[in-house]
């Protein structure tokens, strides 16, 4: 089985703070993780991915992710947020071991940053 | 380059009715999926297709089912709509199956609403 959570439903910052966004997981073995991007009525955009290697993953729009195995963890992080950054975040997890494409999502969380 | 192309956008259903979406891959792109998005929640999965075989299956009713084409496209059909059936359907293709390591890209989405 396997399964992510977003433990907050709604993140508020500053324009030009830093962002952080989090985001735990559980599998059986070890984990694909994803973040993806959704502005309203839109689908989902890609924004980075942790696969092996450096727990510091770097994707787009200056974004970045660390993996942290012992805590199970996979927060995302922006060093100064931007307004145009406001839109619901996603964290998704797949099984390395499944033999299909599942991804399974978080709830999601709202990111607002104020001018 | 185009992206996951969908259609329709919208529709509006009764309960009992059956809808069928359509969706086209990414050029080059062999596998699709098909995801489910209620108001307020994450993605559920539904489906994945790979060269045209089902490879992975999300715990929805039978009345739920799916094919893809030798073009790559693909149809979610939903039969005798219930209106907990209303939600934004998502397609996603990725250039690689089961075991690949590449992301979803994902199309805008059918919305669909159940009255």
Known sequence: ????????DQVNVAEGNPLTVKCTYSVSGNPYLFWYVQYPNRGLQFLLKY???????????????EFNKSQTSFH????????????????????????????????GTTVTVRA | ?????????????????HV???????????????????????PQFIFQYYEKEERGRGNFPDRFSARQFPNYSSELNVNALLLGDSALYLCASSLEGGFGVGELFFGEGSRLTVL
Request: net charge positive; hydrophobic share 35%; charged share 15%.
């Open chain 1, 1 to 8: 089985a396997q399964s992510v959570a977003q433990p907050e």
């Open chain 2, 20 to 42: 069928t979406l359509r969706c086209s891959p990414i050029s080059g792109h062999k596998s699709v999926s098909w995801y489910q998005q209620v108001l307020g929640q994450g």
């Open chain 1, 76 to 107: 995302l992080k922006k060093p100064s947020a931007l307004v145009s950054d406001s839109a619901l975040y996603f964290c998704a997890v797949r099984d390395i071991l499944s033999n299909d494409y599942k991804l399974s999502f978080g709830a």
């Open chain 1, 51 to 65: 696969i092996t290697g450096d727990n510091l993953v770097k994707g787009s729009y200056g974004f970045e992710a």
């Open chain 2, 1 to 17: 380059d185009a992206g996951v192309t969908q259609s329709p956008t919208h529709l509006i259903k009764t309960r009992g009715q």
